[in-house]
């Protein structure tokens, strides 16, 4: 898990560097067009055309890069996603997530896997819960999204292992 999201992100960030180089060259090579591009903008989000002119000025003046990639790409040239850091949050959270069904099949019940799932199923809803809380995003969604693709996983590895002889249960 960790190994993909390294990966992923680096990718992610590969790509966002690369739009950021070609942004640098194209303020370079032809700043009265991006300077037009970077007045459209700001026309098209309702501002005058001299207002939208100014405020283009302005924000090259200051800082030229980062005012069109932020833009035109989304990116904020400053702030990239740490590879490592990605590697490292899903390494913890997938330690831990593995940890709940590894308790529960070990708990001294004749048949641990409705105990497991149900112990899944609420972890997910509370990593869930957590998330959005912290990320301040809507509650209900990232619950509802943990759950349905936590379970629609677990369901998904637990037909795997019966196909293959080895499911637990």
């Known amino acids: 898990m960790a190994g993909g999201e390294y990966v992923s992100v680096s990718t992610q960030r590969d790509t966002e560097r690369a739009l950021i180089a070609k942004e640098?060259?194209?303020?370079?090579?032809?700043?009265e067009e991006e300077l037009a591009e970077l007045a459209g903008f700001y026309r098209d989000r309702g501002l005058s055309d001299d207002l939208a002119?100014?405020?283009?000025?302005?924000?090259?003046?200051?800082?030229?890069?980062?005012?069109?990639?932020?833009?035109?790409?989304?990116?904020?040239?400053?702030?990239?996603?740490?590879?490592?850091?990605?590697?490292?949050?899903?390494?913890?959270a997938f330690t831990v997530g593995a940890l709940i069904p590894f308790f529960m099949i070990l708990l001294p019940?004749?048949?641990?896997?409705?105990?497991?799932?149900?112990?899944?199923?609420?972890?997910?809803?509370?990593?869930?819960?957590?998330?959005?809380?912290?990320?301040?995003?809507?509650?209900?969604?990232?619950?509802?999204?943990?759950?349905?693709?936590?379970?629609?996983t677990m369901a998904a590895t637990y037909v795997i292992g019966l196909l293959f002889g080895v499911a637990v249960g």
């Open 24 to 31: 640098t060259r194209e303020l370079r090579e032809m700043p």
């Open 109 to 152: 019940i004749g048949n641990p896997l409705l105990l497991t799932v149900a112990a899944v199923v609420l972890g997910l809803a509370l990593t869930g819960w957590i998330s959005a809380r912290l990320g301040d995003a809507p509650v209900g969604r990232a619950v509802v999204r943990n759950v349905v693709m936590g379970s629609a």
């Open 53 to 92: 002119q100014q405020v283009a000025q302005q924000l090259t003046a200051h800082d030229a890069l980062a005012a069109h990639a932020e833009v035109e790409l989304g990116i904020d040239p400053g702030e990239y996603t740490s590879p490592w850091v990605a590697a490292f949050s899903s390494f913890v």
